[in-house]
């Protein structure tokens, strides 16, 4: 049978390049009473820290125009529950795993990235310096190219696994934190994780969340996604692989990321409402490099820059 997506990355073998997003699908085990696992790319678990965290207080959660609006605050078990609860059953699947990793400080980021690193079980990690709904950590850390650069740095030091770095979108200009991290040797760049942004209930006359701004997500971003891995991509070529993440819900969506230079990409908001969108996606995918003649989706990654500047 030919195999149009099977392809490796970070010297780890992958059956397809569709990912599921990290908190939109939760440690997965849900979702395998819907299909098997094993059809995945990869799954990426939600945002791990050192000790539980219940999150932020409700109103966490408001769809809005082609998008949803999320300020969850990094609600999960903790990083040791993960491994010896829920890492287990993960495993019984064939797909890759890779833990989202969170701190408060460069403290905590280290220590989950060490305990995850010993996890057997657990490919890679993706570090999560882009959560724009907690007090401490996340974009805090992701904003400033040179914090960024400290902590990517020392992250490699305490893990032998890939270690991809999710950026922010609330930057002016990417390219300042893709080069921190390509300088402090990340494997890989996770683009985007939500935009900030404000729903106000008009009865009340208030804010709906209760932190008052949360991350955009959703068919909404998927531009300004494409345009991020556009530039990184521009920058960087193949030298950096970039996983894309922002708007996907179908496979022309899933295309244009990879058109724009992305070598895998993440589902998010989608699973919500549709959670076999990860699969449609991998058909789809299939069925669209048959009909163009293409011998594998590697052909297609980064191809839209072959354009020149006329046909723009
Ligand atoms: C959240 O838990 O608030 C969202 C996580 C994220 O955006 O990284």
């Given at each position: 049978m030919e195999d149009l997506l099977s392809h490796e990355l970070f010297g780890i073998k992958f059956k397809n390049p569709v990912w599921t997003a990290s908190g939109t699908f939760s440690y997965g085990l849900e979702v395998a009473k819907l299909y098997d696992l094993s059809l995945l790319g990869a799954i990426v678990v939600k945002g791990l820290s050192l000790k539980p965290r219940k999150g932020n207080m409700p109103e966490r959660i408001v769809e809005t125009p082609a998008g949803m609006l999320n300020s969850i605050g990094l609600q999960n078990p903790g990083v040791e529950y993960f491994i010896n609860e829920t890492l287990p059953q993960l495993r019984q699947y064939d797909t890759r795993i890779f833990a989202n990793v969170f701190g408060e400080d460069e403290e905590e980021y280290l220590a989950v990235a060490e305990k995850l690193d010993k996890a057997d079980g657990v490919d890679g990690l993706e570090l999560n310096v882009s959560c724009p709904n907690v007090k401490k950590g996340g974009i805090a850390f992701g904003n400033d190219p040179q914090v960024l650069y400290d902590l990517v740095y020392k992250i490699k030091k305490v893990t032998k696994k890939p270690l991809l770095v999710k950026l922010s979108p609330n930057v002016t200009n990417i390219l300042d934190t893709a080069d921190a991290c390509v300088n402090a040797k990340a494997d890989g760049l996770?683009?985007?994780?939500?935009?900030?942004?404000?729903?106000?209930?008009?009865?009340?006359?208030?804010?709906?969340?209760?932190?008052?701004?949360?991350?955009?997500?959703?068919?909404?971003i998927l531009p300004i996604a494409v345009r991020m891995i556009w530039q990184v991509y521009a920058k960087y070529g193949k030298k950096v692989p970039i996983i894309g993440v922002g708007g996907i819900s179908n496979v022309q969506d899933a295309l244009q990321h990879i058109l724009a230079g992305a070598c895998a990409i993440q589902v998010g908001t989608a699973n919500f409402y549709d959670p076999y969108s990860p699969i449609k996606i991998i058909e789809g995918l299939k069925e669209h490099l048959k009909k163009k003649g293409y011998k594998h989706y590697s052909q297609l990654i980064g191809k839209a820059h072959q354009m020149t500047i006329k046909e723009v």
């Open positions: 996770v683009l985007i994780n939500t935009l900030l942004g404000v729903a106000i209930d008009v009865e009340k006359e208030k804010p709906i969340l209760s932190t008052i701004t949360g991350g955009l997500s959703g068919p909404a």
